[in-house]
């Protein structure tokens, strides 16, 4: 999404050759890009879509959180991890 790409097609693409993901969140801007970062599950990037995408790849890796959101990182990390599990049926 930093350079305008939707984010289940950028995922839909490199999912084959995925080894490690970093699961991330970003606020797309005016301009169409995405640079603001945040709790995952609070703004642009479709992480349920981009998740299938992954699935339907056979990926069967590891998946990283990497936060760089503005809220703090006690708060920011903790709610982030929760909507993953949910995402992922797990919480």
């Known amino acids: 999404m930093s350079v305008g790409q939707d984010s289940v097609q950028g ?13 991330k969140d970003m606020k ?22 981009c998740l299938r995408a992954l699935e339907k790849a056979g990926y069967k890796g590891y998946l990283a959180l990497e936060y ?15 909507y993953l599990k949910e995402v992922l049926g797990r919480g």
């Not at 797309?28 to 879509?49: L, M, N, Q, W, Y």
């Open 11 to 23: 995922t839909s693409i490199a999912a084959k050759y995925a080894a490690c993901v970093h699961v």
């Open 68 to 82: 760089e959101g503005e809220e703090d990182e006690r708060t920011g990390v903790p709610e982030s991890i929760r």
């Open 28 to 49: 797309r801007t005016p301009d169409g890009k995405a640079p603001g970062r945040s709790v995952i599950g609070k703004d642009d990037v479709d992480i349920p879509g």
